[in-house]
């Protein structure tokens, strides 16, 4: 049985290394009786209050943004163009709005399920490369944003699986952010090498 990630593991002040080290963990949802799961392949890192990329950028508290100044550990989720639910973790102690977009995963649980949410008939390597698709696939809405991802009872928690060598993984600016000024250029988003999973490089 997998090793559930504890609520510590994501209270460190550096938002940098636990973006890191999810790479290889996974992520694991159970939703209206189906359960899915795949190994988290690609991560960016988003931090409060001098990333101009971050939501809670100058500490912007907003009904929005407010899961993101609570305890690290659970799930902070939005509507993206009013299309895309996208899933980040929440890290740090509480009052530092610190999160974590997961942008890919390799699925390994669930996957004739995750086929039927993108409309697939087989699966193929776009099925969960880029973070719509990936929270698509794994049945993720807003409507869980909030909720702990440190409880197997929970529709949506994290467990332990590999850990890549440092040189396995790839860092590079994040995506969709030209508005971030001098943060855009930010080497934040990173990706296991050589993974097909892992959404197009910019």
């Known amino acids: 049985m997998s090793t559930l990630l504890p609520e ?109 949410r993108r409309r697939k008939s087989k699966i193929d390597y776009s099925l969960t490369s880029g973070p719509g698709t990936a929270s698509l696939a794994l049945g993720i809405t807003s409507k869980l944003s909030g909720i702990s991802i440190t409880k197997t009872n929970s529709p949506i928690y994290l467990t332990d699986y590999k850990t890549f060598h440092k040189e396995r993984i790839f860092a590079s600016p994040r995506v969709g952010i030209d508005y971030a000024e001098e943060c855009a250029k930010w080497p934040w988003r990173f990706r296991l090498k050589e993974s097909p999973w892992t959404s197009k490089p910019n």
Do not use: Q
């Open 8 to 116: 510590s593991f994501y209270l460190s002040k550096d938002v940098l290394h636990i973006a890191k080290s999810l790479i290889g963990k996974v992520i694991n949802t159970n939703i209206e009786g189906k359960f899915t799961s795949g190994m988290i392949v690609e991560t960016e890192a988003y931090r409060a209050p001098d990333d101009k990329a971050c939501h809670a950028y100058n500490n912007r508290l907003t009904n929005r943004t407010k899961v993101m100044f609570e305890k690290g550990g659970i799930a902070y989720i939005y509507l993206c163009y009013g299309i895309h639910h996208l899933f980040n973790v929440v890290t740090a102690d509480a009052g530092l709005a610190h999160a974590i977009l997961i942008r890919g995963i390799e699925p390994l649980d669930g996957i004739s399920t995750m086929c039927d």
